[in-house]
């Protein structure tokens, strides 16, 4: 049943003012009256604050260098202050979750997802568990072995951390999260995707919820030991990650912007710049690739 609902999830893919920005506007002689806008970026901070701000600087340069624009990394405390301030027009491209992506494209009708990870197309959610339960990797979802541990989620708009977890929770067991578990259900409301691990690692949590990506890159880096907090489910494949941007910013950086933009994006190899997402290459992406995260969250009524 789930295999079949998420099938169809892959199938499908899965307005606000610029405030502030003015644009090139040449004088007789090709001369500049005006000093172009800076492009304001942010992301949704599915880590810790502190190392997001680091990764987020090779992107700056480069941007800078290849569009010949200012670039500014503005930091949105949580995730729904990154789609707030989308909206508002603060910032002009966002790194954004599937869910947060939706939200603010829904917010901003012009708005466009031009970029995506190499992955995100085929995204999924790791179910982890404190090695005192004694819960090791099963093929199906170990609704009994769980109901009665305590559990987390991640960031309550995460698409990996909460959205999709708490789908296929209700495609599995015709419940929500909250009907299913019967000890109170948390949320790491800072921290992201890290705190859910560093939580179930340290025991103060038994199970959690956790982004894929972040886990084996925790894993990789000596973070996290696999052996403390060990997988114990893998969800389904869904579309994840994507760099939104506001539709009109070729009024205020030149007609053909995001569309240069989106090629020096999907064009860039440097490993630096791409730890910014991390990810090894970026693709394109449309606002149709995330049709079936829209669907899902209308479904469990997180969206209307």
Same mark, same amino acid.
């Not at 405390?77 to 301030?85: E, G, I, T």
């Not at 569309?259 to 440097?270: A, F, S, Y």
């Not at 995260?293 to 209307?304: Q, Y």
């Given at each position: 049943m789930v295999k079949t609902a998420v099938s169809s999830l892959i199938g499908i893919g899965l307005a606000g003012l610029l405030v502030g920005c003015g644009g090139k506007e040449n004088g007789e002689g090709g001369s500049t009256g005006a000093v172009p806008p800076a492009l304001v970026i942010t992301a949704i901070p599915d880590e810790k604050v502190s190392d997001q *701000?680091?990764?987020?600087?090779?992107?700056?340069?480069?941007?800078?260098e290849k569009l010949d624009i200012k670039v500014e990394f503005s930091i949105s405390?949580?995730?729904?202050? &990154?789609?707030?301030?989308f909206a508002n027009g603060e910032v002009h491209m966002a790194w954004f979750g599937g869910f947060t992506g939706v939200q603010a494209r829904e917010r901003v009708k012009t708005a466009r997802a031009i970029a995506q990870g190499n992955l995100d197309p085929?995204? $999924? &959610?790791?179910?982890?568990?404190?090695?005192?339960?004694?819960? &090791?990797? /099963?093929?199906?979802?170990?609704? *009994?072995?769980?109901?009665?541990?305590?559990?987390?989620?991640?960031?309550?708009?995460?698409? /990996?951390?909460?959205?999709?977890p708490e789908y296929f929770i209700k495609q599995i067991t015709?419940? /929500?999260?909250?009907?299913?578990?019967?000890?109170?259900?948390?949320?790491?409301?800072?921290?992201?995707?890290?705190?859910?691990?560093?939580?179930?690692?340290?025991?103060?949590?038994?199970?959690?919820?956790?982004?894929?990506k972040t886990y084996d890159s925790m894993v990789a880096d000596g973070r996290l030991d696999p052996e403390k907090a060990p997988i114990i489910w893998v969800t389904p494949d869904y579309a994840d990650y994507n760099l939104t941007v506001h539709g009109d910013l070729d009024k205020h950086f030149g007609e053909g912007f995001i569309?240069?933009?989106?090629?020096?994006?999907?064009?860039?190899?440097?490993r630096e710049v791409l730890k910014a997402f991390n990810r090894d290459k970026l693709i394109p992406a449309t606002n149709e690739d995330f049709a079936g995260? *829209?669907?899902?969250? $209308? *479904?469990?009524?997180?969206?209307?």
């Open positions: *701000e680091a990764r987020f600087q090779a992107l700056k340069a480069y941007l800078a405390k949580d995730y729904a202050a &990154s789609v707030q301030r085929q995204f $999924k &959610s790791y179910f982890i568990a404190n090695a005192s339960t004694g819960l &090791s990797k /099963s093929e199906e979802f170990p609704a *009994e072995a769980i109901k009665d541990l305590t559990f987390t989620f991640g960031s309550p708009s995460s698409t /990996s951390g909460r959205l999709m015709g419940k /929500s999260a909250a009907d299913f578990f019967s000890k109170e259900v948390q949320f790491q409301k800072s921290g992201g995707h890290v705190a859910t691990a560093e939580a179930v690692q340290a025991g103060s949590v038994q199970v959690g919820a956790i982004n894929f569309d240069d933009l989106q090629e020096v994006l999907v064009g860039c190899e440097d995260i *829209e669907a899902v969250a $209308k *479904e469990l009524g997180l969206m209307r």
